[in-house]
Nanobody
Framework: QVQLVESGGGLVQPGGSLRLSCAAS????????MGWYRQAPGKQREAVAV???????NYADSVKGRFTISRDNAKNTVYLQMNSLKPEDTAVYYC?????????WGQGTQVTVSS
């Protein structure tokens, strides 16, 4: 069983930065695709950034140039560095791990961007 635990969320002013972490425990390997998703109130969950086992990354258009996803396979941890935050980035952010036949989610961490 894989468990994903997010941390690093909080309240930040517009233009500020946060770094989210997702620590994976259990039987997870570098072969998993890791990702960050978010869900704002009244909206569907959307993909923010993903990183595959080889290190290639993809980002939602709305966060390109502001967010950076990275992973430390030795620590079974994936990060999301968020810069130049905007009020519209306010959401619950979820960590995701998947490979063929398996999908795991974390419990989410709240990010609020407000002055």
């Amino acid at each position: 069983q894989v468990q994903l635990v997010e941390s690093g969320g909080g309240l930040v002013q517009p233009g500020g930065s946060l770094r989210l972490s997702c620590a994976a425990s259990g039987s997870i390997s570098s072969s998993y695709t890791m990702g960050w998703y978010r869900q704002a109130p009244g909206k569907q969950r959307e993909a923010v950034a993903v990183i595959i086992s080889g290190g290639s990354t993809n980002y939602a258009d709305s966060v390109k140039g502001r967010f950076t996803i990275s992973r430390d396979n030795a620590k079974n941890t994936v990060y999301l560095q968020m810069n130049s935050l905007k009020p519209e980035d306010t959401a619950v952010y979820y960590c995701n791990a998947k490979r063929i036949g398996y999908v795991f989610w974390g419990q989410g961490t709240q990010v609020t961007v407000s002055s």
